[in-house]
């Protein structure tokens, strides 16, 4: 693991206090299963009735736990269940002794913390190509379903970090017919990052109920506006996986309520938007907005294309308004632009329009603006209503150490 | 600019020796577009008769003279004809100055060089959305018309480099129907470089003589497996520019002859790798070999993965054989794969096989090949025949360095 000395420059003051969640108890423990000195294995067991949802990287090459997980989503939500996730080790490629792993840590739990083995949702993240020791997360179990807590989601977020500098977390509360419901959420995720999920482990709970079907219709549509539209080097990791959770606690059912959506949604981008804020080695939290587009989706093309543009990233970096650079990266993103029906502005600097520098653009502006840690490109195509917003961060030195010595 | 104060270590040892390409003439001047203290413009003016073939960026905001290129190939080759380049300005993104400067040194190049206007080929290659200074080229057509020389080859392929550490120049000799022919080809590029051209300007020469559709058609034929097969860091350039000339002085027509059309591609690949040598902070060559494809199209699309995955080129930059990344690559291409059909060398070194590491493999082998100047990734999908080769480098301190501080 790479030394990581110090906390991204772009993270929150502090992990936010979040509420219990009525339904769900969190463990974690040092199993050793690569780091030494830290934990690394969390546990949460949900009351039965609990509603799980969930979506995964779209990788041909997934990873054991991946492939476990989608096959067990969507069955019968009556009895308890658990989520246990490791660190260190991701368990991807790993061939048929990775299956056995999987199999021996969900009988594990299944048996120790009394919840049936089809309900047992697992994930690892970390070296890839390595057997996964699963014998030490076994041998933790017990200590891990006598620690249970309600209040023990800060460290469970700890637990599952590899090169985050910082734990993540989110939390909102909605009325719901006139009671209050709770949604608080985890994950960590600092490389690997692009679309389709990324390295990236996510765990939302809520006391909400909510039909298990339309949970899982509801997390995969919300996922593409959130998760789907951040990026940090656009590679796509083995094991990204996102898991809801409604255990119904509060007493009232939320399907179909457009508050707890809106409030689902948010606490999604908090969590997303946090994953940018550790990208490896990033300086600068960049929103790239994307409008006029011929379609949202050729808004995304765009956007993605801009954001993922190494030359791109490299001008953010050097705080340069490199908007030439902007303009290659529309140019060649395949979706569809006329150079001169673009505009480009750097926050509210506008910056190029009708195919050239716009004649009020004073660089110096511009130069001033790329000072800033929160920066905002914005696009115009002027060719539809399509538009998306996609956030990234900058491509530094910090980047090439991480990756040049960690082994992931 | 920035202060380029070393060759690549990857650049070959020595400009290659080119001959005299009857037909052909060359002269280069400094102008002051942009550097001070260098040659910033080359003219190439060739024989009547001469056949043009090209191809050019798909960059949907592409620059002027690519347009204004692309409008003039295919024309009556009857006439002379004359390719002027300049380096420090892209004359991209310039709105409709930029069409007026073509049109003027077009003009001009036309009148002085009494060539007809429609064959008179320009590239601009630098910085993106600053006006194009072309009265300072203009000024300079006097000079260059009158230092016109068939031997002055490697002092255009130096006017023409930007951030490149050494100039491009290629070679082949061939016999056709038992008089020897010659082709001599120079380029630039070592950043924004991906297929469908990226920022790259080649200018290749032969004294065969070829049909002018049939020359299209073989350049069109080739650039699919030499440039559309290198990549640096995945941007496309506004700029990009392939040109072929065929002056017809050696007294024989190469028209589908095969040793031409081996030559030609032999000319092409050289130059193509050179830029790749000479990618921005390069100090591995990579050769990415994909085999068992469903097709040479998923081939080429998985390769691609690989080759532009931030985390595999820093993995190379680091002498790391994280063959785990390599896995994440091939899995997120969208391409087919089979985890456990999927087997992964380094070198003559066999890292996995059938979803897991080779039981033979020892890390300490595959981190000595690591150190290598030279390396290979070879993928075999186990699925189909489909295969492609592609090569890159790899991502280092080097690459931010220039980026993040060079305007271009």
Redo the contacts between chains.
Sequence with gaps: MAKITHVSPLAPEHFPSLPVIGGVRFASAAAGVRYQGRTDVMLAVLDPGTAVAGVF?K????AAPVLDCQAKLGGDSAGAAAILVNSGN?N???????QSSVAEITAAVARVADVPQGRVFTASTG????PLPHERIVAKLDELTGALSDTAIEDAARAIMTTDTFPKGAVAEVEVDGKTVRIAGIGKGS??I?P?MATMLVYIFTDAGYDQAALQALLSKLTETTFNCITV??????SDSLLLAATGAAGVDATGDAGFEAALKAVMLDIAQQVVRDGEGATKFVEVRVTGALSDAEAKVHGLAIA????VK??I??E?P????V???????GA?????K?SISFGDILV?E????SPDYKEADAAAYMKGQELVIAVDLGLGSGAATIWTCD???G??EI???Y??
């Excluded at 070296?127 to 390595?130: F, N, S, T």
């Excluded at 993922?308 to 030359?311: Q, T, V, Y």
């Excluded at 303009?327 to 993103?333: D, E, P």
């Design positions: 990287t990788s041909a090459t997934r991701a991807a490629f790993t061939g048929h002794y990775g070296v890839i190509g390595e490389g690997m692009a389709d080097d656009s590679d796509t990791s083995t993922n543009s190494p030359l490299t001008a970096a050097g340069d490199n908007w030439g650079r303009v290659m990266a529309i140019g060649k993103s569809a632009a006329d150079r001169d673009l190029a009708k195919g050239w520098v491509l530094t030195h980047y090439i990756n040049a010595d082994r992931s």
